[in-house]
């Protein structure tokens, strides 16, 4: 079968602190096998696969009434789409929430769908019997391959400042991104209306949850001895944080800094409602807590990281069990393997991505000097508004943007990049800095 040719592979990033390291991650395992690979904001991603034309853009799932408009602008260039789901952490128990993220109607825009595991792929198999055994595919999560043993090495570092900073330390991962999210009440109505039927309850239960959070953090405070450390959702606002606990901060600290992985693994105990942040941390054996308060309909939150975790429903047990832990007795491999496709044995997801897909499926073109030079030239000196209507610099600022591409300079990006060196053997890569906000990953000539 004729291969189609393709130019480069395209990562866009969302939030750096979820999607950085892995993308990365990602990156460098493609462009070992000669793969031009450009990472950045999805803005600017989209702008390069327009341009250059070609392309196998990833997805990360579809947004109603935004991704429709890029699916045709990547179509009219002869892209190809793959979609690598992000969410699957916060799904319900019910898995209804694919049925936002990846609808029936949607799925001729995508050459491949890559899920996290086979409840997910039996899930849309039954949703969608005429498309499922050539669309979907179940290859885990790039994410989830840098928690392999072999692979921690890469976070080492910045784990052991962290320990020593902050000594023994409890994770507090909160996910109260609808009542106390740093955009307007009016902008996450407007953002989140169409993913969540019952949005305004469930803003009213983050309110009331949120208060709950407040209680048990400080009865943590006067109670143990352990620092805290309380790491918000990437769209929540730090502040309300800093300034209720600005009496205690000799003990309590608010910080969103980086991937969640460093401080799981510095930390002693970590305390979650239903943030996904708890599904990573049991992969890593760290004990994991999860504080319900309020009573939940079933199928009504994020069901994973509950079931991964240690459940408590009031605050004086929670005291109890730090104080003197004693878990219960529970295999989570089955969890792991069904929803994940992982365990520590099992086969990293970049290579069922790229090896038994990517290079079996695509014929890769090698990018000029005279190409990336162009693109360098245009994106660097001049006002990229001349070739693409409109300048990069003409985005709106927005505060929300800002904090979920925090991680996104230069310096941060090829620091990193050239950690993975640590866990990633082979071909010795380069990385070109376009601004911030792009990067070309390639084999050196």
């Known amino acids: ?176 991104k609808f009542s106390n999210n740093i955009n307007t009440k009016k902008e996450v109505l407007k953002n989140y209306e169409n993913r969540y039927e019952d949005l305004k309850n469930w803003m009213s239960y983050s309110d009331s949850l949120m208060q709950k959070n407040f209680k048990l953090i400080r009865e943590i405070y006067r109670n143990t001895k352990f620092n805290i450390i309380i790491r918000p959702h990437p769209e929540e606002n730090l502040n309300t944080y800093i300034e209720e606990f600005k009496d205690l901060k000799d003990r309590i600290t608010v910080i969103y800094d980086d991937s969640s992985i460093y401080w799981i693994l510095a930390s002693k105990f970590v305390i979650i409602n239903h943030s996904s942040t708890g599904v990573e941390s049991r992969m890593l054996n760290k004990i994991t807590i999860s504080y319900l308060p309020i009573n939940l309909k079933r199928n009504k939150f994020p069901y994973l990281p509950v079931q991964c975790s240690e459940c408590f429903n009031e605050s004086s047990k929670i005291i109890k069990f730090l104080k003197k832990p004693i878990e219960k007795k529970k295999n989570f491999n089955k969890i792991f393997m069904d929803s994940f496709n992982f365990n520590f044995e099992s086969r990293i997801s970049s290579s069922n991505i790229i090896e038994d897909f990517l290079l079996t499926s695509y014929k890769f073109n090698n990018l000029s000097f005279t190409i990336i030079f162009k693109l360098f030239f245009l994106l660097k000196f001049y006002s990229i508004k001349n070739i693409f209507t409109h300048s990069f610099l003409s985005k709106k600022t927005d505060k929300l943007i800002i904090q979920k591409m925090k991680d996104m300079e230069k310096q941060k990006v090829i620091k990193k990049f050239n950690e993975l060196y640590k866990i990633v053997n082979g071909e010795r890569l380069e990385i070109l800095s376009f601004d911030n906000e792009l990067y070309l990953i390639r084999k050196k000539n």
């Not at 990602?26 to 600017?44: D, E, Q, T």
């Not at 992000?86 to 019910?94: L, M, P, T, W, Y």
């Not at 019997?129 to 840098?146: A, M, W």
Request: aromatic share 12%; charged share 30%; with cysteine.
């Open 1 to 176: 079968m004729l291969k189609k040719k393709i130019n480069s592979v395209i990562l866009p990033v969302e939030i750096t602190s979820r999607e950085l390291n892995a993308k990365l991650y990602l990156a460098h395992r493609l462009a070992s096998k000669g793969i031009n690979v450009f990472l950045g904001s999805k803005f600017c991603t989209k702008k390069i696969a327009n341009y250059l034309g070609q392309n196998i853009y990833f997805d990360k799932g579809y947004h109603k009434g935004v991704s429709e408009h890029l699916y045709k602008e990547l179509h009219k260039k002869k892209n190809s789409i793959i979609l690598l789901d992000e969410e699957n952490g916060v799904d319900f128990e019910d898995l209804k929430m694919l049925d936002h993220r990846i609808p029936s109607h949607i799925l001729s825009c995508f050459e491949k769908i890559f899920l996290w595991g086979s409840k997910q792929f039996y899930y849309l198999k039954n949703r969608n019997k005429c498309r499922s055994n050539e669309i979907f595919k179940v290859t885990g999560h790039p994410r989830f391959d840098l928690l392999k043993k072999q692979n921690l090495k890469f976070y080492e570092g910045k784990q052991k400042k962290i320990k020593n900073k902050y000594g023994d330390f409890i994770l507090f991962a909160t996910d109260n």
